[in-house]
């Protein structure tokens, strides 16, 4: 399946118990010519939550499991549906660490209710001791040191989306430094757990270009949780009005962000399509 070019291999675990694969097999099945090839494996199982009707984990290309998924979740609403595995609409999911509700609309987009942004250093985990600031609006900004010939420091916000993202702003996406500098800031040691790296190109007040490198599968033709990531860090640095439109390599997002209310953070709602390209089989 793709969510807006973002590939995923999606299991059943329903019917059969996948708990035992490990890493060397996950990497398998999602390398391009060994195996079936995505740049995550999502696994469906039955919720361990009485809130939630199912829960599913996610595999990057590398085996390693991450927290959170936003065209992933897209792609599990489209697969539990058609698989006949339930008919509610919407759906409730557990992930790592939240639920999140999921509904399908008959133009086949999917919207998810993506939770709170998360902000608290401790929970994304960022650690900023030694790092130049400055504040713009209401977003405090970064300097990352890159140790590579010829990169400078890399001004970003920092949040959660259920996991760690690094955005900044560039004037041109195509011609940012994607690929040479993503991987230094998804390792930057400012990260324990590593982090996201996206790079937003402003086209008005409410549309921006995004390319995004991700920890654990390198550059995606689309991230959702990093079309959120950005939405939130250019609404906070006062560029940028909800709804934004979030033009990827692989097709298009709407973000929706209220901000903080009252002192509340409000949800992030993101919505985009989630295609089925073709199902089969696989002995592991």
């Not at 992930?95 to 998810?112: F, K, M, P, Y």
Request: with cysteine.
């Amino acid at each position: 399946m793709h969510g807006a070019g973002n590939d995923f291999i999606v299991l059943n675990g329903i019917n059969q118990d996948l708990s035992d694969i490990s890493r060397a097999q996950w990497q398998k099945l999602a390398h391009r010519q060994f195996g079936i090839g995505a740049d995550q494996i999502l696994l469906v199982e039955k919720a361990t939550r009485p809130d939630a009707d199912f829960r599913y984990r996610i595999f990057n290309s590398d085996g390693g499991e991450v927290e959170q998924c936003g065209n992933g979740s897209r792609c599990f609403v489209r697969f539990v549906l058609d698989q006949g595995l339930s008919n509610k609409n919407p759906l409730r999911v557990e992930v790592a660490h939240t639920v999140l509700t999921l509904r399908s609309h008959d133009d086949g987009q999917v919207e998810v209710d993506m939770g709170m942004p998360i902000f608290d250093h401790e929970l994304i985990p960022f650690n900023a001791e030694g790092l130049s600031t400055k504040q713009e609006f209401h977003e405090m900004l970064y300097a990352l040191p890159l140790n590579a010939p010829a990169m400078h420091d890399s001004w970003v916000g920092v949040l959660s989306m259920g996991n760690p993202h690094a955005v900044q702003v560039v004037g041109d996406v195509e011609s940012a430094p994607v690929l040479e500098e993503g991987p230094a800031i998804e390792n930057h040691s400012a990260f324990p757990k590593r982090v996201n790296a996206g790079y937003m190109q402003i086209i008005n007040r409410n549309e921006i270009k995004l390319r995004v490198y991700e920890r654990g599968a390198g550059e995606t033709l689309a991230c959702g949780t990093g079309a959120c990531a950005a939405a939130v860090s250019g609404i906070r640095r006062g560029l940028l009005d909800s709804p934004v439109k979030v033009l990827t390599r692989g097709g298009n997002l709407q973000i929706v962000w209220g901000g903080v209310i009252d002192g509340v953070v409000q949800p992030v709602i993101m919505t985009g399509p989630a295609v089925t390209v073709f199902e089969g089989e696989t002995e592991i």
